[in-house]
DNA sequence: TTGAAAGCGCTAACAG
DNA sequence: CTGTTAGCGCTTTCAA
């Protein structure tokens, strides 16, 4: 009879070997491992006594024994600017799920939008890792082929870097900001200022990108410096307006959103005075009065589009994310006039 | 001559193993090994000559190998229910930055508010990790007391549990339900419509428990079924009119952020017809017109307490972060005459 | 100050 | 089908 706790109340720690299960099933720890593994050769008799010795001491294989053996330590990292912002926390959120579906585990790291940070956090996480997800790499290329050589796998999410190496998973922001414009021109703006996001994204090179159709289109666009986050479309609202624009099109929603109030704080119509555009469609984007008109992208896709990438197509590749424009209330007509620019 | 490539250009791979860097050097692994750790006494020749052999192959030492010796591997692990949610994002965001500070790193999970998954998640997490934190875990106490025995140190946040291996950092929802309710009876308002969170969620529970001292004030509190995110709180809010209430509270912001959207399509006026709260303020609860009265927490302040609690006071102990009343425009005087309940 | 050797917990040959 | 052995990469005695 089995010395087996009753009720099955919790085993003392995580701390049992192989070893103990071993004697206590007395058998190899060749026959304990074979059984954990599964699907090997061993008797039902054996398997039997082995299941039980292991459920009584709470077995669980130590997984630094078997990373060390195996080489892999069936987990994925993902470097992010902000781990608080919903963007990067929705990524994450995809990439997580996909992985645990299949047993990995997932370690993060937030660099606070640091080069210097990101560099040296994806080094220390290629240490451990099987693969690396960076977000939005700010780090010089140079260095994103630096680790990509310290890493046994590379995917970037928006941003790509032509490496044998390096794959990337991207959205087209390009595209989304020239669909935008189309938007803009169906109702007659022509003077445009774009909010611009952090200075070494990818992604806002590739909206800006984008405006050159804008351009072709006969639209002026002024590009000013902004910002990703609330406060700083918030913060940036009064310099927008200085310019006299009919439409201004922010880095992404969280930036459109901040303009907006400083904008209801000033009494200006939206989009009676002046029409607004944020990228990305955050959850709140629905939610505001007018709604915003913006450039809607899945993010929790992008996730599970870069663990497939790793998964099936590691190395050199970029996949495409295209988005969709959202109509909603913060675009119309440009206004006869021109805004009068704002005292500041 | 060492024969080191100029310019720093990337070497191979994390591939080098502490044998090439003793090959190289001339020396043996253990003093590689007292080397890389420093601190130890070593001729300053030899350091030189290994720490150039280490640069050389890019010598970084294999995790695995040190976890595996030291039975520490530096790493916390981080479970929540929705790593989408701002919430918990932010909490993860506070932890990571702390235990990145002192080169810890970290692992997550997220659960889809499945206490099945949780707790799997958990335990699974558990054998990799230094440290715990499970984020208003939704599983039994039984399961959650497993959890602990299965992890070398466990720490709880919004939830509590009397035990002696098991701490926790909790939001005092109870009081800031009570600060709320308060603040209501000054503009006059008696029936107060309560939309729960989710199912297990204990922050709800003490949330329930402030309720108890508005009923004291002579507020009456209809608590209706809901749950947590922004939809939740736009499908729920026709049932929360049927009940003619003067306010309602919301579990927290974003279910109150639905609300709003829901009330405006409805042209119902807030504050003018009814007030409207929500619980943690947001980001956006400062961007929307009129802004949203709340109890203010400070997510990430969470994710750093929480931290302190694995370093500095492990084991039993409750730690309570303070909000505090944010009175913006979607809170005043009580209508003289209730709503009409509205069709459905 | 340095090296040799043992062993962390596990798995994969190789025998039997 | 099962046990023995070797060794993953590293750190840490113990000697020299």
Redesign the pocket.
Known sequence: MSKTSRGGAAPSAGRA???DVARIAA?????V??V??GGK???T??TDRVRAAAREVGYR??PA??T???GRSQTIGVVAPDLGNPYFAEILKGVAAEAAEVGHHTLVAGTDEDPEREYRSALELARWVDGLLLCAPRMSTPRLKEVAAASRSLVLINRVLRHPSIGAVVVDYSEGVKVLCEHLAGFGHERIVYLEGPPNAWSDRQRQRGFRTAEALGQTVIPIPCGSAMQDGYATADEALKHQPTAVIAFNDHVALGVFTRLRELGIDVPGELSLIGIDDAPMSAHTDPGLTTFAVSTVDLGRLAWQKFTSDPGAGVVHLSGSLVVRGSTGPAPRKRRRATKR
Not at 27 to 31: D, L, M
């Open positions: 070997t192989i070893h058998v190899s720890t060749a026959t491992s074979r954990m593994s050769p061993v008797s008799e054996v294989p130590n024994a078997q060390l053996l195996r």
